[in-house]
């Protein structure tokens, strides 16, 4: 993508080329939020920039000749008694990427930072998995998360390579993230414990390391008094945990 301004063609039809062939550039809206992008008009046809279609989803991949666009996979139905936690085998579309990298779904900037393995002394020195994550104000008002669709009920969750996947276990902390205000532009950094149900060697956890973490929006449960709007179908947050940007 070095010497290309990406421009994916978005060809509309006929009528609606003629009915924007007026201004040479115009706004782009992704899901009725504003997108820091414009789209332009060439020859009656229009084009917007690759990177102003990450919110929705799409990954673009480049060669000496070749774009390929891709889109995140459809969510699937888990069949009865899969055992698959949500993120794992059986995924849903969500805003994906890697560790250090900021996800975005038009209300709340994502990113995990680090994850490791830790003993927790006050248990007997029990090995368990920690994941630090940072949640970010993406928007222009001063907001609180339960009112946008995370709760203290918010699924967290690991996932692993042989499909297991170990939920997080909300504490009063947690509470109290969700329930506070989150100025523009600000946020915090919190650090998930997730346990294994049993106590394992700490040389057994240490192997077998989580693959993905899921962070669950629920679209649903945004206020509408807000008048905020997310710019993905499906606003919660799956990263690779494999991966580093």
Do not use: H
Request: positive net charge; glycine residues 8%.
């Amino acid at each position: 993508m070095k010497n290309l301004q990406l421009l994916t063609l978005l060809a509309l039809s006929s009528a609606a080329s003629v009915a924007l062939a007026a201004p040479s550039t115009f706004r782009l809206l992704l899901n009725g939020a504003a997108s820091p992008y414009t789209a332009i008009v060439v020859n009656g046809t229009t084009y917007v920039p690759v990177g102003a279609l990450t919110p929705l989803g799409v990954k673009a991949v480049t060669t000496a000749t070749t774009l390929s666009l891709s889109s995140g996979a459809a969510p699937a139905t888990p069949s009865a008694g899969s055992g698959n936690g949500a993120g794992g085998a059986v995924q849903r579309a969500s805003v994906s990427g890697c560790v250090n990298e900021y996800l975005f779904n038009g209300i709340w900037r994502f990113r995990v930072t680090k994850v490791s393995v830790m003993t927790d002394p006050s248990r007997g020195d029990y090995p368990y998995y920690s994941v630090t994550a940072e949640l970010k104000n993406g928007t222009t008002k001063t907001i609180k998360p339960v009112d946008t669709g995370i709760e203290t009920s918010t699924a967290v969750a690991l996932s692993f390579s042989d499909g297991d996947s170990l939920t997080y276990n909300y504490r009063s902390d947690w509470v109290d993230k969700t329930f506070g205000k989150v100025i523009q532009g600000s946020g915090f950094v919190y650090t998930f414990p997730f346990y294994p149900g049993e106590k394992l060697p700490l040389d057994q956890v240490q192997a077998n390391r989580p693959q993905k973490l899921l962070f669950e929006v629920d679209p649903a449960k945004l206020d509408k008094d807000l008048k905020l709007g997310f710019t993905v179908p499906d606003p919660s947050f799956r990263v690779d945990l494999t991966c580093t940007k």
